[in-house]
């Protein structure tokens, strides 16, 4: 199939930028010293939460918009500690989101700020690669997100401790856009909803250390049997091994750092920490060819050229208390009672010294 032929998605450009109205420049970032939000010490100015509640009893995962996420801190789940980092925070059980069996105190990324006039999936809320048909719609071509932090806490007990998510969160990830309309408009080659990296820390209860390793998700259908997340180590092993990372792996505790820098078509990974080897990757996200220089038959032979994306950081809780079969589904204790699961361990802690967005750079 030639890449003329998706161009099919024309139709999708009224549909998504819709609403769309002019985005507006926000003002410079200032601290502001005396509040406990995050916000006062992070630039959130592009960014909306969500937590592990639904305070509004409404059977929904609760949000905190980007306006009100710049005076906002919850005690638990999303606050700033003595040193003034940005803490997330989430439980093995509490309310989850709609597509998901995993807690999460998470950031999403939000391109238009606090412009409510553009809607979240539009092109002026999100970023392409320049291999996209539409590209210059968009509200960036690419994107780079840059992070320090140090996980504090992963879930020490799991009903299936084999299962590959368990003792496990991951902190940053680029999620493509869920879109009914562009899997119509495409024949259902694009619009799953999949994950082009998703950054993973885990650490065994019986170890000193843990691992940092990311993830890249093959861009097909749900129900297609080759789609899976392939692993790429950073520091120590991936998720299917149970060894003792020992020297080679991080601490609880311990900083390290990653950025994620999507320039023109190719992801560029870096990943550092004091004492450790940086370590390098860097994938095109147009085809199928993957980290490390081989062609991948099974994959989506156009990667996520026609996707759109979006950044998100935090505590993404993997150790779901659903009980099944399915890999993804670690049975991980939990009573829904913060303290209680606090005082267990039945829960993911993970602490920010950084967080920066901006534009992407040539390598």
């Known amino acids: 199939m030639r890449l003329t032929r998706i161009a099919v998605i ?25 509040s406990k939000a995050p916000a006062s010490k992070f630039d959130l100015r592009e960014w909306k939460i969500t937590l592990p509640l639904d305070e509004d009893n409404n059977g929904k995962i ?21 040193n003034g980092h940005m803490v997330f925070a989430t439980p093995n059980k509490a309310t989850t989101s709609a597509n998901s069996s995993n807690t999460r105190s998470e950031l999403r990324h939000m391109l238009r700020g606090d412009n409510k006039g553009i809607k979240t999936a539009s092109f002026k809320n999100n970023f392409a690669i320049a291999r996209h048909t539409f590209s210059d719609k968009f509200a960036q071509v690419g994107g780079k997100m840059e992070a320090s932090l140090k996980v504090d806490q992963v879930a020490v007990r799991a009903g299936y401790p084999d299962k590959p998510p368990a003792f496990s969160v991951v902190v940053g990830q680029i999620h ?11 024949n259902e080659q694009f619009g799953w909803g999949n994950e082009p990296i998703k950054i993973f820390y885990k650490k065994w209860p019986n170890h000193d250390t843990g691992s940092v390793f990311w993830t890249y998700e093959r861009n097909l259908p749900k129900t297609a049997k080759d789609r899976t997340d392939i692993a790429y180590p950073v520091w120590g092993n991936t998720w299917k091994n149970p060894a003792d990372p020992g020297a080679e792996g991080i601490k609880l505790g311990e900083e390290f750092s990653y950025v994620i820098n999507v320039h023109e078509n190719t992801m560029y990974l870096e990943f550092t920490a004091a004492g450790k080897p940086t370590v390098n990757y860097a994938i095109d996200l147009s085809n199928n060819i993957d980290a490390y220089g081989n062609q991948d038959l099974k994959d ?23 009980d099944d079969v399915a890999g993804w589904y670690t049975a991980c204790p939990g009573t829904g009672d913060w303290e209680i699961d606090k005082a267990n361990g039945d829960y993911t802690q993970v602490t920010f010294t950084k967080l920066k967005v901006g534009k992407s750079t040539k390598p």
């Open 10 to 34: 024309s139709a999708l450009t009224t549909s998504l930028l819709a609403c769309s109205a002019t985005e507006e420049q926000p003002a410079p970032f200032k601290e502001r010293a005396n």
């Open 62 to 82: 609760d949000e905190v918009g980007v306006r009100a996420i710049q005076d906002y801190a919850h005690p638990d789940f999303f606050y700033l500690d003595d």
């Open 176 to 186: 493509a856009g869920k879109d009914k309309n562009l899997l119509e408009k495409t």
């Open 300 to 322: 989506n032979p156009f990667g996520y050229t026609l996707d759109w994306h979006y950044f998100k950081a935090g505590a993404y809780n993997q150790c779901s208390t659903k």
